[in-house]
């Protein structure tokens, strides 16, 4: 990866040509296609750099066309912060990534294709004293790896076929050709063909129990050793077991115990014996090998290879043993230790061994749920992989089978769906058998992903090759379909309704024993039979299942570590098919409705609150020990769970039916311990027991909760129609299905965003609002159901789906016609009948959030007015006085220019594109956000804040000055900042705000304050401002990102979020914002809702854009893309 030069300003050159030249095969080996060319312009920045003096760190863009640079002075220029800054550096320049290419001291780092991992602080994202890997957000690193070393480093492919190749001897004595036997298994296992080789193996055994001379002292236990390890990578556990205590019993009286196969055998039994939930059993294994371990280290050596190697396999068992016992944080020291160990020992650092290690890591990570570790260490062992035997082999197949689980747990089914197949074409080029585990568990991991691509069909048809006899299937294929409900799910979404429900049924047995007939896994399966009974016609069979699953599917634990991807995506096919077959609203099944629509609603937001949960500061004792209990729970089920699979998995076990029926008890015992435990949370900590796993609510409960004049509106946009509740405080609600499903919202909404959210640079970009289309959508939407609405003054709206990218204040409430302007531009708009001429508007993220906001207050205290963050710098190049940074031109810089001052768009790089286009993206590829800084004292000003002490702009708007400030202390928190949701970065799995680079000066943290921190802060606020948000970022998901973000603050402690929802115009924002406050402070009653609806009304008809240089008139503000961004969530009150 590098190459050590004496002297940088004398070798350094020769150094890097040698780089460009490719003739660094050994730095090749292990980061993949080799150099990049470089451009002749780089090449002679490159060699002019050299000459200075001064020793400098030096970065170029992936194609080689772009380069950029640092100069360290005295500095150390091999530091994190000089080679962060020279990436950056090159990224400010070029507007795309950068690897860095040479530093100033005495190394050269090879430029490697796209994305390919330098161990480099480049790749690193501070987290105070710790630091982490953090991996790239797409799989273009893969799909690099995998592609350059299509015919690289096939030596071990080759090795093994030459192998597989030679003929037997015709004159071989019988331990010479039990020999020959095992060759061929090794071979075989190189090939990932696990079954042949035990095949080989065992006819070795045969041969040397018949053989009568020239038999090795301790061949047979070798052989049995070979054997119980080929059956355990080919998930026969059980067999795997009987082998290696064979292979003990055949211990050479000579050898003794402390010999290294004894203690090897013992720790390998350990593992399994950990694996099918024996612990008492493996901790004895483990207890012999640990004490004959010890002989070994005091003759030894630490050091010495072989004492590695024992120490490896040992503390690996002790991580599946703490696995085992759920004990998952343990489990990840243990495994990270066992990495590191052989890892720095230099007989096995390049080695097999080090990758295999990490992948064990990986596994345990996946387990936990630590996704993004997971990632991290499966990427990691991949390269090593790759590095050590070349793509062409079973355990590249292996990393990369994983990674695709790991991905569609993170909710990224297309890379899932990729990196599966990558994994399947490799183990179908190597020959390995349809019917091999690796086979069976990749093609599972790929028709996951499909699934949730919404792509049954193809689905199901690898559901059905893996379960046909004709495809040699072994008993483990059909162990792990016997619990695989999306087998059933699969052929329903497919047309297959009868053969859906005679799988499904056929899982009820497995589902019954393991998990109980009260448990969410139960309800799952009577609610897809109502589905299809109700397809077959038996209506009253159909109603009884829905009558006994949906309360538990409805007050499903949001909490719970097992709520993966795929369940999720099953609780939203049951929900929507349950309200597509209830064709009409009654006293019945009214509440049943009311119900699925909030928890259907809530899924999609609560998913971006579970990590957070899980990382909650508590200070209350008793709370504390019940979320502990919690966690505890969730990790013992995780790991009888884990358990559970590899019984299924086991074909060679004769008591499957025995340990099912015992993990399935210790399960049904733990889900009744956390029942008893979330009733307590109900009663004793509703605020928490809100955040963690919130209930669906009556309609009767809000109108309880509502205030004289206010409705509620509840939206669910489901397949093919939206349902839509109006709820006043008195009277009936009333309910209606809209014929218009999720493609055609997201349609219409996106029409009227094109003029909202347009990228504009000149006034004349700005396009005519769809006035028809709004009106349409209204019709569609609120009409008919305005006898629950239309006489209240303020509408709590509860919007899901495309609706939450949408303002509902810029529905147009009656037909209109655009008049023309009179005389200034947008005045026209002045006219039109908005539904913010009528009614204020306050969104909720849920139904249930409503509860927690109205039935809570802060400390009534003295406080301080404000308390503001913007303007931050995200990179040292950005900081640098020398460099004018800028977004675009300001607004009436001339007269003639008519320029818009448009700021807030998250990610935007000038004409760049935005970060979802990109492979990778960091902190520092953010641009700034200038205007922001005039805004945040605008505000101070107004509510006469201290400018001083309580305005942080610029390099002072940091992630720690946010953690480090008494933010209880202040009635508005401004944070005037891009907002991010999951993937805008690299590495982030949540929503998240951005703040200045702590490398600008050496503060702790990351530089990015993200849900899990949010909901650690201890706020008392009545309003949190985050004006630069955009909820139409992510293709749509931004608006779930930013409600999930909303409801993080509420549960810090404040009682309403100003969110704004595009971009916004600079002197427009700052006059609506101002307006707010001044309306408050004037008058100390005023509603949050109201004072915004009033700022609204202002701007429209009062409120004009003069140049400043002329004094003429250029336009008014009437245009929704001024006035309709910004929008209340929480408490309007």
């Given amino acids: 990866m590098r190459v050590p030069v004496k002297s940088f300003r004398w070798f350094g050159v020769a150094a890097a040509l040698l780089v460009l030249a490719g003739c660094l095969n050994s730095a090749n080996k292990y980061t993949g296609s080799g150099p990049i060319t470089l451009s002749f312009r780089v090449k002679t920045a490159f060699n002019e750099y050299m000459k200075l003096q001064a020793p400098g760190a030096f970065a170029v863009t992936l194609d080689g066309t772009g380069f950029g640079g640092r100069y360290c002075a005295n ?3 091999t530091s994190e912060n000089s080679v962060r800054a020279a990436v950056e550096s090159c990224e400010q320049r070029n507007r795309r990534p950068c690897k860095l290419y040479a530093d100033g001291r005495n190394v050269v780092w090879q430029v490697n294709a796209p994305n390919i991992v330098l161990p480099s602080a480049t790749n690193k994202q501070l987290s105070g004293p710790n630091k982490i890997l953090l991996p790239p957000r797409t799989i273009a690193d893969i799909s690099s790896l995998v592609a350059s070393y299509g015919d690289i480093n096939r030596s071990v492919v080759s090795e093994a076929n030459d192998v597989l190749g030679r003929a037997k001897p015709k004159f071989i004595i019988s331990a010479s050709e039990a020999k020959f036997h095992r060759d061929r298994a090794i071979a075989f296992k190189d090939l990932g063909r696990y079954n042949d080789s035990i095949l080989e193996v065992q006819t070795a055994i045969k041969l040397l129990k018949n053989a009568k001379f020239g038999v090795p002292v301790g061949a047979e236990m070798r052989a049995f050793s070979q054997l119980g390890m080929l059956q355990m990578f080919a998930g026969r556990l059980s067999d795997s077991l009987k082998s290696l205590k064979i292979s003990q019993a055949a211990l050479p009286e000579e050898w003794g115990t402390k010999a290294h196969l004894h203690i090897v055998n013992n720790g390998q039994i350990a593992m399994l014996k950990a694996l099918l939930g024996q612990i008492g059993e493996a901790e004895k294994y483990l207890l012999a090998a640990e004490h004959d371990r010890q002989y070994w280290d005091e003759h030894q050596g630490q050091g010495h290879k072989w004492t590695v190697k024992r120490a490896g396999v040992i503390i690996s068992a002790k991580g599946l043993i703490e696995l085992a016992n759920g004990r998952f944080e343990e489990a990840e020291i243990m495994f990270s230790t066992a990495v590191k160990l052989v890892s720095n020992n230099s007989h096995w650092k390049d080695r097999i061994e080090v990758p295999l290690h990490r992948m064990l890591l990986a596994e345990a990570q996946f387990l936990a749920g630590n996704l993004i570790k997971a990632e991290v260490s499966t990427r990691q062992s991949l390269f090593e992989l790759v590095g050590v035997r070349g793509r062409s082999s079973p355990q590249v197949g292996w990393a990369l089978s994983l990674l695709a689980a790991i991905m569609t747990e993170q909710n990224r089914p297309k890379e899932a769906e990729k990196v599966a197949g990558l994994a399947i074409n490799l183990f179908d080029q190597l020959g390995i058998p349809t019917n091999s585990i690796l086979f069976t568990v990749a093609r599972l991991r790929l028709a996951n992903s ?17 379960q046909s006899k004709a495809d ?12 695989e409900i999306n087998f059933a799910v699969s052929a329903y979404l497919s047309g297959v309704s009868d053969k859906a429900l005679t799988l499904l049924e056929q899982r009820q047995n497995t589902i019954t024993k393991v998990f109980g007939k009260s448990s969410y896994e139960y309800s799952e399966f009577l609610a897809m039979r109502a589905i299809l009974r109700h397809e077959a016609g038996q209506m009253d069979r159909a109603q009884r299942d829905f009558d006994t699953a949906l309360p538990i599917l409805l007050n499903f634990s949001s909490y719970r570590s097992n709520n993966s991807a795929s369940k999720a995506h099953r609780r939203s096919l049951i929900l929507n098919r349950y309200l597509e077959l209830t064709k009409a609203v009654g006293e019945r099944n009214s509440r049943q409705i009311f119900f699925a629509t909030q928890v259907g609603a809530n899924s999609s937001v609560q998913r971006y609150l579970s990590k957070g949960t899980a990382r909650l500061t508590i200070s209350d004792p008793q709370l504390a020990e019940y979320a502990s209990n919690l966690r505890d729970i969730e990790q013992n089920v995780a790991a009888l769970e884990f358990q559970l699979k590899n019984v299924f998995k086991d074909s060679s076990l004769k008591n499957a039916k025995v340990l099912t029926n015992r993990f399935g008890g210790k399960i049904r015992r733990l889900r009744s311990l956390e029942n008893v435990i979330l009733a ?17 609510i009556s309609v009767k409960r809000v109108q309880a909760l509502l205030r004289n004049g206010e409705a509620m509106i509840s939206t669910y946009v489901a397949k093919n129609q939206t349902y839509i509740w109006a709820i006043p405080k008195l009277g009936r609600a009333v309910f209606h ?9 997201d349609s219409i909404v996106d029409l009227l965003r094109t003029s909202l959210d347009p990228q504009a640079q000149n006034i004349s970009d700005i396009p005519e609002f769809n ?6 959508l209204f019709k569609l939407l609120l009409e008919p159901v305005q006898a629950g609405w239309k006489n209240a003054k303020s509408l709590l709206i509860v919007p899901h789906g495309a609706l939450g990218r949408l303002p509902f204040s810029v529905l147009v409430t009656a037909p209109a016609k655009m008049r023309a302007n009179d005389g200034v531009l947008f005045s026209n708009y002045r006219h039109v009948p908005w539904l913010a001429r009528s009614h204020a508007v306050t969104l909720l993220p849920s139904v249930t959030s409503l509860v927690s906001l109205r039935s809570s207050s802060g400390p009534k205290v003295v406080r301080k007015p404000f308390i503001g963050f ?18 675009v031109a300001k607004v009436g810089q001339n007269e003639t220019s008519g320029r818009l001052n448009v700021r807030g768009i998250p990610i935007e790089i000038g004409n760049a594109p935005r970060t979802r286009q990109l492979d990778s993206a960091r902190l520092s590829i953010l641009p700034r956000l200038i205007d922001t800084a005039e805004e945040i004292r605008s505000i101070s000003r107004t509510l006469n804040a201290d400018i001083i002490n309580d305005v942080f702009i610029g390099a002072r708007a940091t992630e720690h000055a946010v953690k480090t400030a008494t933010l209880s202390d202040y009635k508005v928190i401004v944070f005037a900042t891009h907002g991010l949701v999951p993937g805008d970065l690299d590495g982030l799995d949540e929503p998240a705000l951005a703040f200045s680079s702590p490398l600008l000066g050496n503060t702790e943290g990351d530089g990015v304050l993200t849900t899990s921190e949010i909901l650690n802060l201890r706020l008392n606020a009545d309003w949190v401002v985050l004006s630069a948000c955009n909820t139409g970022a992510a293709n749509g998901l931004g608006a779930e990102a930013f409600s999930g973000l909303g409801r993080a603050f509420f549960y810090a402690g404040t009682k ?22 001044r309306r408050q402070a004037k008058i100390s009653n005023l509603s949050r809702s109201r004072a915004l609806h009033l700022a609204k009304l202002s701007l429209i008809d009062e409120e004009i854009f003069v140049d400043k240089l002329s004094g003429k008139i250029l336009y008014s503000y009437a245009h929704p893309i001024f006035w309709a961004p910004f929008v209340v969530v929480g408490e309007g009150g």
Avoid at 450 to 464: E, G, T
Avoid at 771 to 776: E, F, P
Avoid at 1056 to 1069: D, I
Wanted: glycine share 4%; hydrophobic share 40%; charged share 15%.
């Fill in 680 to 696: 307590k949370l109900q009663t004793q900590f509703p605020h928490y027991a809100g955040l963690v796993n919130p209930k669906p």
């Fill in 870 to 887: 913007g303007d931050p710098i995200f990179s040292i190049e950005q900081a640098d006085s020398r460099i004018r940074v800028t977004n």
């Fill in 737 to 745: 299905t809209a014929p218009v499903g999720k493609r055609q919202l």
């Fill in 771 to 776: 006035i028809a289309a709004s009106h349409q």
């Fill in 75 to 77: 500095i150390n220029c």
């Fill in 472 to 483: 040699g299937n072994i008993g483990f294929a059909d162990n792990i379909l016997d619990r």
């Fill in 450 to 466: 499909l699934m949730l691509l919404n792509k049954p069909n193809q689905a199901y048809d690898l559901y059905s090759a893996m």
């Fill in 1056 to 1077: 309403a979020v100003l969110l704004s929802n595009w971009p916004v115009e600079t002197t427009s924002s700052k006059l609506l914002i101002t307006s707010i406050f």
